[in-house]
């Protein structure tokens, strides 16, 4: 019997028999996902940032491939950056075959198993998502649809794409503004997966009102604090007494701004206050809690316009 090609399909909507018995295995049989990436490209990635809170990010080039990929504990969303390139990717008796370009995703939902044939050399920037993660999203969403993820293969969704690649820069280091972004993106990137690509179509209610005056000069103090570990998300929205969702929410809704572009604003105003010290462009990245010289210049110039050494020799 001739298997079933979905033709120029971005995702396959039903898993087949054999999938379906792959999500059934205990996570005792599933690798973690960057194990099994590690495994499956035969190489390691550029650069990589965990967290057990939220999830795991890394940046990955890697030779064309022709392997499967085994069970996984994670859902892993890709955001593709690379030349354009057609996939078949094999789950069950089903194939579907799609395209790789900018702007498009391709997610594998946890304990699912595909071969895939990659013809080309990839650039890809990889989400790894707890199913606690994306679950606490749902909930504090007050979403009630199923949280199962459908399987995409090169699906068009610039909106996920950019955020996921925005990713890339955040992973130099782990400073309070890198991690604190990386919270808030992973949070933001489970929201939008749960919306556009769950088994049903998920409405996330909106919340309109920000946070009293009181809480507000509670996060912002936090925020002023110059003890990294003071100002993780968590932190923040449990002082607010709300879910890390609903805070971020709120706080932008007060402020204008996210609470990661509120520190890095904080920050860099700091950094113009000290342009009359001795001090040098590395101290002050490295005090300001930037994880190097190089980020720290690119977030000072796209609020000034100026390189920070520019700026101080124009000021004095």
Request: neutral net charge; aromatic residues 4%; contains cysteine.
């Amino acid at each position: 019997m001739s298997q079933p090609i979905l033709h120029d399909s971005s995702h396959l909507n039903q898993p087949g028999s054999s999938e379906a018995h792959q999500r059934d295995l205990p996570d005792a049989q599933r690798r973690p996902a960057d194990a099994e990436m590690a495994r499956v490209l035969h190489t390691k990635p550029l650069r990589m940032a965990s967290d057990p809170s939220s999830g795991t990010i890394a940046h990955w080039k890697h030779e064309p491939l022709h392997d499967v990929v085994e069970p996984m504990t994670d859902h892993v969303i890709m955001a593709y950056n690379g030349s354009m390139q057609r996939v078949e990717r094999r789950s069950g008796r089903s194939v579907a075959i799609g395209t790789f370009r900018p702007g498009v995703v391709i997610i594998i939902p946890e304990g699912s198993s595909s071969r895939w044939d990659i013809p080309k050399p990839v650039d890809v920037v990889q989400l790894y998502l707890p199913h606690v993660t994306l679950k606490r999203i749902a909930d504090e969403a007050d979403t009630a649809t199923p949280i199962d993820l459908l399987e995409r293969t090169g699906y068009p969704d610039p909106i996920t794409s950019r955020l996921l690649l925005s990713a890339a820069d955040s992973l130099e280091g782990n400073g309070a503004l890198d991690t604190l972004f990386r919270h808030q993106l992973t949070d933001l990137l489970a929201t939008r997966v749960l919306a556009a690509h769950s088994g049903a179509l998920t409405t996330i209610r909106p919340i309109t009102g920000g946070l009293s005056p009181k809480v507000l000069l509670r996060a912002t103090d936090r925020l002023r604090s110059d003890s990294d570990s003071d100002v993780s998300l968590a932190a923040l929205a449990s002082d607010a007494g709300l879910s890390r969702f609903h805070f971020c929410r709120a706080f932008k809704e007060s402020t204008g701004l996210s609470p990661h572009a509120w520190l890095r604003q904080h920050r860099l105003e700091q950094a113009m206050s000290m342009r009359d010290t001795d001090e040098s462009v590395v101290s002050i990245a490295a005090a300001l809690g930037y994880s190097s010289q190089t980020a720290f210049a690119a977030a000072f110039k796209k609020l000034t316009g100026e390189t920070p050494s520019d700026w101080r020799r124009h000021k004095r």
